[in-house]
T-cell receptor, first 114, second 114 residues
Framework: EAQVTQNPRYLITVTGKKLTVTCSQN?????MSWYRQDPGLGLRQIYY???????DKGDVPEGYKVSRKEKRNFPLILESPSPNQTSLYFC?????????????FGPGTRLTVT | DAKTTQPTSMDCAEGRAANLPCNHS???????VYWYRQIHSQGPQYIIH???NNETNEMASLIITEDRKSSTLILPHATLRDTAVYYC???????????????FGTGTRLQVTL
């Protein structure tokens, strides 16, 4: 089944404790992206990647890191989480060659930083 | 991306057609109209897209006015499982990294009732 998976789905952590949210897709998509969703603010893009070893900042990259060492994986790293990073996070992927492109979303990761 | 305007909320009786309008008066010639939906904090799900012709798939129909300044998403026989927030998005045709960013507004919250 074609899908985007995220882990963990729920995470409660404390300020400053490094964490990684994994994202994996099995559709051989070149493009992957991370979004956060907060009430009243819609989805905002954090980082995106056009292909392996190619990443770039989205609208709200501060406090986040990403890597793209393999085509299927695009982990989101919070080196020193803070309470303002409490949010619902989504990973998405799509083909680049396909125009128009359709993005497939993961199930979401609900992060709480205390 | 062109700005879209949608009603905040709508109700629909189960089994009836749900017609969700969207205004996108500043859409440019190379922009597509996409519809996604999000069911209760799950990952957004692609529904349908179009450029200028009406489109239909197994989920819905999309009617785009001749001047392309507005469109209507039609769920022909709404069920309780269609209760969700529906997002109308206009985006450039080609995936150029940041162009693949999906800018979700607040969408229309559709409540399907018995």
């Amino acid at each position: 089944e074609a899908q985007v998976t995220q882990n963990p789905r729920y995470l409660i952590t404390v300020t400053g404790k490094k964490l990684t949210v994994t994202c994996s897709q099995n559709m051989n998509h070149e493009y992957m992206s991370w979004y956060r969703q907060d009430p009243g603010l819609g989805l905002r893009q954090i980082y995106y990647s056009m292909n392996v070893e190619v990443t770039d900042k989205g609208d709200v990259p501060e406090g986040y890191k990403v890597s793209r060492k393999e085509k299927r994986n695009f982990p989101l790293i919070l080196e020193s989480p803070s309470p303002n990073q409490t949010s619902l996070y989504f990973c998405a992927s799509s083909l680049i060659r396909e125009t128009p492109d359709l993005q497939y979303f993961g199930p979401g990761t609900r992060l709480t930083v205390t | 991306d062109a700005k879209t305007t949608q009603p905040t909320s709508m109700d629909c009786a189960e089994g009836r057609a749900a017609n969700l309008p969207c205004n996108h008066s500043t859409i440019s010639g190379n922009e597509y109209v996409y519809w996604y939906r999000q069911i209760h904090s799950q990952g957004p799900q692609y529904i349908i897209h179009g450029l200028k012709n009406n489109e239909t798939n197994e989920m819905a129909s999309l009617i785009i006015t001749e001047d392309r300044k507005s469109s209507t998403l039609i769920l022909p026989h709404a069920t309780l499982r269609d209760t969700a927030v529906y997002y109308c998005i206009v985006r450039p045709r080609f995936n150029t990294g940041t162009a693949s960013k999906l800018t979700f507004g607040t969408g229309t919250r559709l409540q399907v009732t018995l």
